[in-house]
């Protein structure tokens, strides 16, 4: 699989990041396989979080065996510095970990939240400062997390930037605006900037769902190679997270390492491909 440099962290980050959300409500055995799966497709990052279920836990028997050749990013939703520490040092026991290569302000999505985390952000800068993790992020969802992360990424000396890219956000005008400033940033300023939502599709709008993802996910090996060929062929972009459904991480991971970059051509098929989807933004109230 192709491995890009991720921004100033200097790691040369496989193309497919393995997203913990698809170990939400597993099971050993299932985790173990797909563990396994995807270091054998040439994964090298892991992306976890304490809100994806159960995936801490199950996660963290398989990393030390291969903590030297696994890049491990966490994140963590709270405000307050001394319950941000807390969880950082609670994900570390969970995960085998001694320390973080990445840890990020999850879910910021608008700049309000923004101001609200300004506490947390000092708790990750104390935490890589002594450290316990070596490179410090943000990542988010919805229509407005780009404005939100050009902004944190101006305030702040963040190295990296996590947020949706897909075809069908590309046919939001206002959107593409946002995430190309962003975009542009990021590469004057060495940031590394992972995509998540590569292979969303639609809201599931009242569906009984047939996936684990809050969304309905494409499934069909086309559809899968479309979403995440568009993110590695978008400018500054270095890697994409794969779904947070084991179902579908076989096809993300083949996807992924025989992705072609696509041109000018391709990308505007793309978007006028899936235009008339329905966004899957705003989120689904929990």
């Known amino acids: 699989m192709e491995l890009r440099r991720l921004g100033r962290t200097g790691h040369r980050s496989s193309v497919a990041i393995l997203g913990g959300a698809a170990f939400w409500g597993s099971d050993p055995s299932t985790t173990a396989e797909a563990f396994g799966d995807a270091l054998a497709a040439g994964v090298n990052h892991l992306d976890v979080a304490p809100q994806y279920g159960r995936a801490q836990a199950l996660l963290g028997p398989l990393i030390p065996a291969v903590r030297d050749r696994l890049f491990v990013a966490c994140k963590t939703l709270r405000h307050n510095p001394d319950g941000v520490r807390a969880q950082l040092e609670e994900s570390l026991g969970l995960l085998g970990c001694d320390h973080f290569d990445l840890y990020q302000l999850h879910a910021v999505t608008d700049l309000d939240e923004l101001d609200a985390r300004a506490g ?23 229509l407005s997390a780009p404005a939100a992360h050009l902004e944190a990424l101006r305030r702040y000396d963040l190295d990296t930037v996590m947020f949706p890219v897909n075809p069908r956000l590309w046919a939001d005008r206002e959107y593409r605006r946002d995430a190309e400033a962003l975009l542009a940033y990021a590469v004057e300023h060495d940031v590394g900037v992972m995509a998540i939502k590569s292979v969303a599709a639609r809201p599931w709008g009242g569906r009984q769902p047939t996936e684990t993802t809050w969304y309905e996910p494409y499934t069909a090996a086309a559809d899968v190679a479309r979403g995440i060929r568009f993110a590695l062929s978008t400018p500054g972009v270095h890697a994409v997270c794969t779904p947070g459904d084991v179902g579908v991480l076989a096809t993300a991971l083949e996807a992924a390492s025989h992705a072609r970059p696509m041109d000018g051509e391709e990308r505007r098929l793309a978007v006028a491909a899936v235009a008339g989807e329905t966004s899957i933004f705003p989120m689904p109230a929990a």
Do not use: F, Q, S
Not at 120 to 142: K, N, P, Q
């Open 120 to 142: 947390a952000v000092d708790a990750l800068m104390a935490a890589r400062d002594e450290g316990l993790c070596r490179w410090i992020g943000i990542t988010g969802h919805e």
